[in-house]
Every structure is written in structure tokens, then in C-alpha cells.
């Protein structure tokens, strides 16, 4: 009995080259994010929610894109997309929008884009080209090779600290550390690298951290004792996610949205009106789903045919991931209270974008797998 092969018509060959599972979740995630968004901003489509939706179409477009594209084109691009992302941060003090006392935005009239959102994915390029082409080195040269890896991550970061952006910076080191913990460092090169930054962080209080920085730890460890200012967010941010019980109030019913007691709610606090509104089976639900993509990820570069795609699959699932861990950290009251966004949850369409094409990324590699590429 002769087998089927595969199928032939244009359709049949595009629908087998796509990845599902990431698609699905995607999908899923976005829906219930702009059904929270539109909720957070008073149920109005218009404006906020009609700008998000439009940055989400052109994240869909150039997600598309990447995932059209070969991943090995990405690994020719790396560099000079480095390149790029670092002049579009050099161009930000220079001619960048002033908003909130930062200038972190490029833009023209109402199109405002922030570079060092993108600086997030193209870092994770420019680490996991490197990383594939030098390989694992033996333990005496592999910390005198990392100088390399650590001056591609400094440099932006120093960029984007001058804006000033601390937890974006912040972030940016996270998902290389990430990146170089699992390709590159043993545990006690690890310790001592968690060491050193204890040991920066601790001179940067001293020394370099604005007042207001200093003063979101404070607010962390006893947000009560500035209930009528700094702590007031965190405040009602807790009493949003206890209001919300097992199964929610439903969707704009919350009272700390719906009265606005719960402040940057569409931005920095998405996750407390969804968890309001939706109750702790919603909110477990997102969270599932978010989960799923981020082990999916993984499972790609488990399955990846080079150190490329492994390392390009790894950078995207720790960047989902620390996001999450510090937004949702944050409205638990976990963490002190940054700017770090939720993906596709939160207002801001440079996340949107950045985060889409990181899909696009999985899709790419993904693609390759399938093809036997």
C-alpha cells in the first residue's frame, strides 16, 4: 500500500510549515489582552485601544515577516541589526521625545517609537550569533571570552540607563545572563557573576540611583507607610487581586478599575484588573498559557539543528519569561514596582511589536525544523 506524502498545493505545504501551538497561544493571549485592555480604559474602543490594536497588526505584519525568512538570514543580520539598534539608542538623547522627565522615545508627530524595546530582540541576536560561533571554551579561557558577550550587552544598557530606564536595563542583563547561564557557565562561575552584581548593585544605591529609584525599595518592603503617595499602587493593586476571588467579578465589573482606585492600570497594572476581573481561575489561565509558550520555546531549541536556533529560542523564552515574573512579581507585591510591561497585556505599542516579532522568531526556527532544513 502505497503512503501519502506530503501535501502538495500551496496551502496544504503553507499550513504544515506553521507552527500551531505558537500561533494558538498567541492568538489566544491576544484576545483575552485587548479584551482586558479595553476594559482597563472604560470600555471605549476607540483611542487607546483602537492605537494598540493598530501597533498589533504591524506586529503581525513584520512577525510574518521573520517567519517567512530562513533563520539563517537572521544569523547574517545579527550584527548589523546590533549596529542599528545601538545608533537608533545613540540618536535618543540627542533628538528623543521628552515624556514623564525621560527622553526614551524616536518619533514623528503622534508615531513615537522607543528603541530600546527592540534593543531587547535584537540583543538576543546579537548574544546567540556570538555564542554559535565561538562554542563552548574550556574553563581557564571561558571567562576571559565572556569580556566580548558582557561589552555586546553593556553597551546598550548603558544607552539606555542615561534615558533614564532602569528596569529596561535591568531586563536587558537578565535575558543575557540568562542566555550565557545556559549556553556558557558553570555554577560557581554563576555565583560569582550574582556576586558582582550584589556587589554593583549595592554601589550603584550608593552612589548613581536617583532618589526616586531608591525610594521604590522602600515602597516594596513597607508600601503601608506611604499608602497616601509611592505606596498607594501597590496598595490597591493587592486589595484588585484579593477583590477578584476564585472566578472574578467579571468583565468590567472590577470596582478598583471600573472607580479608578487602581492607577496606571493600562500600562503597569494589567495583570491586577485581568485578575480582578477574571478571579484566580483567569488569571492561572494566562498565566498556563504564557507558561506554555515559554516551554515551548524550549522544546524548539531542544529540537534545534544548531547552536543558532538553540540560543535564539532560549533569548525569546527568557524574555517572556522575566518579563512576567517581574510584572506579575510586582502586583503581588513580590517585587518593587518598575516599568517592565506584561507582553501584549500592557499599553505600549514598541512592547507589542518587539514581543511579536520574537514570535516570529519561534516561528522561523520552527519552520526550519519542519522543512528537515
Not at 14 to 21: G, Q, S, T
Not at 72 to 100: D, K, S, T
Not at 149 to 159: D, G, K, R, Y
Not at 291 to 298: E, G, N, P, Q, R
Request: charged share 10%.
Amino acid at each position: 500500500m502505497s503512503q501519502l506524502g506530503p501535501p502538495r498545493t500551496l496551502l496544504g505545504r503553507l499550513a504544515r510549515a506553521i507552527d500551531w501551538v505558537i500561533v494558538a497561544l498567541t492568538l489566544a493571549i491576544l484576545a483575552l489582552a485587548i479584551i482586558n485592555l479595553n476594559s482597563a480604559s472604560g470600555s471605549a474602543w476607540a483611542g487607546k485601544v483602537q492605537t494598540q490594536i493598530r501597533w498589533i497588526g504591524l506586529g503581525a505584519a513584520a512577525a510574518a515577516l521573520v517567519a517567512a525568512l530562513d533563520y539563517r538570514v537572521l544569523y547574517r543580520l545579527a550584527y548589523p541589526a546590533y549596529a542599528f539598534g545601538l545608533g537608533l539608542l545613540a540618536l535618543v538623547p540627542l533628538v528623543g521625545v521628552m515624556r514623564n522627565d525621560a527622553r526614551r522615545w524616536l518619533g514623528i508627530g503622534d508615531f513615537q517609537f522607543q528603541p530600546s524595546e527592540l534593543m531587547k530582540v535584537i540583543l538576543t541576536l546579537a548574544l546567540a550569533r556570538y555564542l554559535h560561533d565561538h562554542g563552548a571554551a574550556p574553563g581557564p579561557r571561558r571567562l576571559r571570552r565572556l569580556l566580548i558577550p558582557a561589552a555586546l550587552v553593556l553597551a546598550p544598557v548603558a544607552f539606555i540607563i542615561v534615558q533614564p530606564d532602569l528596569s529596561t536595563s535591568i531586563l536587558c542583563i537578565l535575558v543575557a545572563t540568562t542566555l550565557l547561564a545556559l549556553a556558557e557557565l558553570s555554577l560557581r562561575e554563576m555565583v560569582g557573576i550574582a556576586l558582582a552584581g550584589l556587589t554593583l548593585f549595592a554601589l550603584g544605591w550608593g552612589f548613581f540611583m536617583r532618589n526616586y529609584q531608591r525610594s521604590r525599595i522602600d515602597v516594596w518592603l513597607n508600601p503601608e507607610a506611604y499608602a497616601d503617595n509611592e505606596g498607594y499602587q501597590t496598595i490597591q493593586a493587592m486589595i484588585a487581586v484579593g477583590d477578584g476571588g476564585f472566578l472574578g467579578r467579571g468583565v468590567h465589573q472590577g470596582t478598583q478599575n471600573a472607580l479608578h482606585f487602581l492607577p496606571y492600570r493600562d500600562t503597569d497594572f494589567p495583570f491586577a484588573v485581568f485578575a480582578e476581573e477574571w478571579g484566580f481561575f483567569g488569571a492561572a489561565m494566562v498565566l498556563t498559557m504564557f507558561l506554555c509558550l515559554i516551554l515551548w520555546s524550549l522544546n524548539l531549541a531542544s529540537q534545534a539543528r544548531d547552536r543558532f536556533a538553540a540560543h535564539l529560542c532560549v533569548g525569546v523564552a527568557a524574555l517572556f519569561l522575566w518579563h512576567i515574573v517581574i510584572n506579575v512579581g510586582m502586583v503581588l507585591q513580590l517585587l518593587p514596582v518598575t516599568g517592565v510591561t506584561l507582553p501584549f497585556f500592557s499599553l505600549g505599542g514598541s512592547n507589542a511589536l518587539t514581543m511579536l516579532i520574537a514570535v516570529g522568531i519561534l516561528l522561523s526556527v520552527s519552520r526550519a525544523r519542519r522543512a528537515g532544513a
